[in-house]
Every structure is written in structure tokens, then in C-alpha cells.
């Protein structure tokens, strides 16, 4: 994806060529016009790519726009890709190789070269794909990798339109800009009931009476990685911390009011004393010895680097559970040592059991249970010291009303597109394929930024939809929010996930087909 060769101007014609020429998605369809007379008056207040699009003023302060931009009549097609040991992207000289024998077989293959898109922190090859065929139907696409199958490659059918080459796809955009200048209301993260167990963000959002609601961080999703429902990254409500940070990615901090997000890549410090002993506390609301995402603070296995999507784990630690996580403590290996709310231990006990009202658990395993075995003694106090640091080491502090939700990764940063795969883990080493399917290639995503008037930019894109809605890779992404103005943004949590509503109800067309319940979300509130 190359960068914009020329400043967007302030036609409607002229931002839909400046995306396309950055790679976004080339000219094509827009909603209806754009209706709101006073808005239209200060044509500074509307950034050009939703100058057109049909527009709702929610509350005053409160504009949401919705749109669709698409590619080139007839540029999207159905393929097969023939993968290479399982995967999408191969080593140049292995896709030769690959595509030789598909020829040898009676197979018309070719390859295709995929590079990291401008303004990632990565450049050059990635790798290259081998596909078979173009086809108009899926049915056409399927009947051939069914013989692909048959002669004993590893084939799957593909839209073209989800690659997120320059000129395809379409993109169905819902964006809310608000202004806390104009607005009375907050921006409030919440878990739901409980920090463990998902809700869907329509449930959340009707049972606070929102204006605006849209999923927020990633979570756990299986027990196999943990707590379903708890965020994999660091998480805080109500200024209270109730998931530790995974190495370093990014994450937006609400304060006060919340309608002013400020980005920030976070880590976290904590420790559990016991008069001069110490430990190191692992992490919060979360199994003993399962990092969702990597990125923990010792000991893990395979990376202390942040993985997205891969549970690291860690045969010592010691985990704190709260009393807002809503169920019993993990059961297993080690011991618990159950606190009040004055920090003092009421009693030691095998793993799994409730959290007192107002106090916590620490729960350890391998050495982190013989630490607590040790200096965990009934009647005795063990105090948790907890410190958010930033990307300079300066401590985060958070007030009473101050929320934390995670994401990643970093979109936008002083204006200009700043996609960092490598650092927020979203590039595997060894795997050239999850970087492409997961960041380059188009699916679902919600994304959160600001401009540099202080208004707040929120992004719903519908995805997987194949003549209908793609969605965008990550730099599509980025760019779009450059091109609304944004200095700063980052992703949320996209995929099946992303769901955004209005008065309760839900107005995008998540991929899954129907909403699906998740671990948290933001909530603009009236």
C-alpha cells in the first residue's frame, strides 16, 4: 500500500482519489447524501471522505456517518489458493516450487508477490501466495479446489476482494465523531456484570441506556486460554486494574469523562509483600500459568515478546483474582491464599474456591506457590503493589472514574500512519501467514482514534462478506483514520466481535451473522 502522493482537499471527489491512491480502496459507491445543514455550513467541521455520506446527528456533538467505499466494477473474483505446508504465504523460492508441480499436475498456477504495505514498521517481501484459477461463482472456485484436493494439495477457495490489493474490495463504514466540546456525556468502559463471562455489547449498551456502543479490548474467548470473557491485555474500570498488560501494546486510557482517549503502550509492575519478602504477581483475573497474547513478565514460554493470539505459559507464577471477576477462581495445581479487604490472609487453601466480598485471592503454582506457602500465613497481611508504566516508564495513574481498555495495534501516531506488526506482536516469527491473513488482509475491524480538534473518531467496518462488505486490512485501516483527521488511533478488538449500536441496538452486520457476546465494551453514555 503506498502512501498518498498529494494532501486530501476538501471535495467529496477529491478525498475518495487521495484513499484510493493511498492504497485504501479505489473510488466507487457512497450512501446518501449528506442532510445536516449546520454541519454542512462549517465545511471544516465534516472531514472530506464523509462529506457525502448519509449522516445522523445522534446529539448534539454526536454525528454519525455511514457509507460504503468500493473498488472496480469487476475486480474481485473467486480463486484458490494451493497452501504450502498449511500456510497462506510461502518462501519465494518454495512458491516456485509449489506452482512447478501444480503445472506438472495440469494445473494453470501462478504466484503473487505480497510486501508489507507502506507505513508498517516491517518493509519488503512477506511472501508469496500460489493460486489456481478465476471464477465468478464460489461453486465454480469450490469444484476446483475439490479437484486440487483430489490430486493431494492443500487448497482452499478465496475471494479476491479480502486481499486487500489496491483497487478491490468493498468496505460498508459506519463512523461517529464526537466532540467534547458540544457533548455532555462520558465515554465509559465496563466488563458487564463480571469481569469472567462474555456479553454482547447491545445488552451492555441497553442496560446503560447508551447513545453509542462498540466493542472494545481482545479477551478470552476458550478455556483452553483462560477465563473466558477476561481481556487478554491490560484492562482497568472505574480505576480499578483487573488485567495485567501484555509487553508493551498499546491501549487507550479514559479519564474523567472519557471523550478525550489518550493512546499510550502500557506495561505493568506488581508485587506482593509480606513484611521485607517479595514476589512478582504474574498478572490479574486470569489461570495460573496461561498468557493470552504473550507478552507477560517472566518466565514464558515460547516468547516474553507479545504474540497476538498465542497463549504463552509459565510453569511459576503467582495470579491475583479480584472481587469484580464474578465466578469461582480457576481450580488446579498449587494453592490460594484468600485476602480480606484489609489485606489480611483469612485462610490458605487448594486452588478454586470464591473471592471475598471487597478483598482478593492470590493463587500460585511451581514457585509461586512456594512463595505464598511460605509467607502466606493466616491472620498474617500481604500487601499487592500495582504500577502502570508507559513506553518511557513514567507511571500511569488512573483516578476513580478512569478507565483502560486494550487493542492493537497503533494506527496513527502525530498524523501519520504508524502500523507497528513487529512490536504489538501481530508479526509471528517463523510464520509468514498470520501477519498477511490477520493484519494485511481485509476483515471487520473497530477502531478508535482522535483529531486534531480533540473530537473523538470511532470506527465500525463490517468484513468477511464477499460482494458485500470485505472490510480492511490494518494500514486501510489507518489510513481511512488519517484520512478523518485522526493524530492518533489504534485498533480495537475486530473480527466476529465488532459490533457497534445506537440507543441499544445494533447497527453494523457482524461477520458472524449474528452479534457475538465479548469481554468488554465502550459506552457513550447521554
Known amino acids: 500500500m503506498a502512501p498518498a502522493r498529494s494532501p486530501l482537499r476538501t471535495t467529496v471527489k477529491a478525498s475518495v482519489i487521495a484513499l484510493a491512491a493511498a492504497g485504501f480502496i479505489a473510488p466507487g459507491v457512497v450512501a446518501a447524501p449528506f442532510t445536516d445543514t449546520a454541519a454542512a455550513a462549517s465545511p471544516a467541521a465534516v472531514p472530506p471522505p464523509l462529506a457525502s455520506w448519509q449522516h445522523d446527528r445522534l446529539a448534539s456533538g454526536v454525528d454519525l456517518y455511514q457509507g460504503t467505499i468500493a473498488g472496480r466494477p469487476g475486480a ?15 518462501a519465494e523460492q518454495d512458491a516456485q516450487a509449489l506452482a512447478e508441480r501444480l503445472r506438472g499436475a495440469g494445473f494453470g498456477a501462478r504466484t503473487e508477490r505480497v510486501d ?15 493460486r489456481v484459477g478465476e471464477f465468478g461463482a464460489r461453486a465454480d472456485a469450490d469444484a476446483q479446489r475439490q479437484a486440487l484436493t483430489a490430486a493431494g494439495f492443500d487448497a482452499v477457495s478465496e475471494w479476491t476482494g479480502a486481499d486487500g490489493t489496491p483497487g478491490t474490495g468493498t468496505a ?3 463512523v461517529a465523531l464526537v466532540d467534547p466540546k458540544r457533548y455532555g456525556g462520558a465515554l465509559k468502559a465496563t466488563y458487564g456484570t463480571a469481569v469472567a463471562g462474555r456479553e454482547k455489547v447491545s445488552d451492555m449498551a441497553g442496560g446503560e441506556d447508551a447513545l453509542l456502543g462498540i466493542n472494545a479490548g481482545f479477551f478470552v474467548m476458550e478455556g483452553k486460554d483462560g477465563v473466558p470473557g477476561a481481556s487478554a491485555g491490560i484492562a482497568a474500570y472505574d480505576g480499578e486494574l483487573q488485567s495485567a498488560a501484555t509487553g508493551g501494546r498499546v491501549a487507550a486510557v479514559l479519564r474523567g469523562d472519557g471523550l478525550r482517549p489518550e493512546f499510550k503502550k502500557l506495561s505493568t509492575v506488581l508485587r506482593v509483600r509480606s513484611g521485607k519478602a517479595s514476589a512478582v504477581v504474574d498478572g490479574v483475573n486470569r489461570v495460573p500459568g496461561l498468557v493470552r497474547n504473550c507478552g507477560g513478565v517472566g518466565g514464558d514460554a515460547p516468547t516474553q515478546r507479545p504474540q497476538h493470539d498465542v497463549t504463552c505459559t509459565d510453569p511459576d507464577e503467582i495470579v491475583e483474582f479480584t472481587d469484580e471477576l464474578g465466578t469461582a477462581t480457576p481450580a488446579g495445581a498449587g494453592l490460594e491464599a484468600v485476602i480480606d479487604a484489609n489485606g489480611r490472609v483469612r485462610e490458605v487453601r487448594p486452588r478454586g474456591g470464591d473471592v471475598p ?5 492470590l493463587a500460585g503454582i511451581g514457585d509461586g506457590a512456594s512463595w505464598l506457602r511460605t509467607h502466606a500465613k493466616p491472620g498474617g497481611v500481604l500487601t499487592v503493589q500495582r504500577q502502570i508504566k508507559d513506553e518511557r516508564g513514567r507511571t500511569v495513574e488512573l483516578g476513580p472514574h478512569d478507565d483502560i481498555v486494550n487493542g492493537g495495534p497503533e494506527l496513527v501516531r502525530d498524523g501519520k500512519v504508524a502500523v507497528n506488526y513487529g512490536s504489538d506482536g501481530i508479526e ?3 510464520d509468514r501467514s498470520f501477519a498477511y491473513t490477520w493484519g494485511l488482509k481485509r476483515n471487520p475491524r473497530a477502531l478508535l482514534g482522535v483529531d486534531r480538534q480533540g473530537r473523538m473518531i ?6 468477511r462478506q464477499p460482494g458485500s462488505s470485505d472490510g480492511f486490512g490494518l494500514n486501510e485501516g489507518a489510513e481511512l483514520m488519517k484520512s478523518l483527521g485522526a493524530v ?4 480495537l478488538d475486530g473480527g466476529g466481535s465488532v459490533a457497534m449500536t445506537v440507543n441499544g441496538k445494533v447497527i453494523n452486520s457482524p461477520s458472524d451473522g449474528t452479534e457475538r457476546a465479548v469481554g468488554d465494551a465502550l459506552l457513550l453514555s447521554r
Open 76 to 90: 474481485d473474483h473467486w480463486t484458490v489458493t494451493v497452501r504450502a505446508n498449511g500456510a497462506q504465504l510461502a
Open 116 to 130: 508489507w504495505p507502506a507505513g508498517a514498521d516491517r518493509s519488503g517481501l512477506i511472501g508469496v501466495r500460489v
Open 172 to 174: 460498508r463504514v459506519k
Open 357 to 361: 466480598e471487597g478483598g482478593s485471592v
Open 428 to 430: 509471528r516469527v517463523g
Open 458 to 463: 470511532v470506527v465500525a467496518v463490517d468484513g
Open 488 to 491: 492518533r488511533a489504534m485498533a
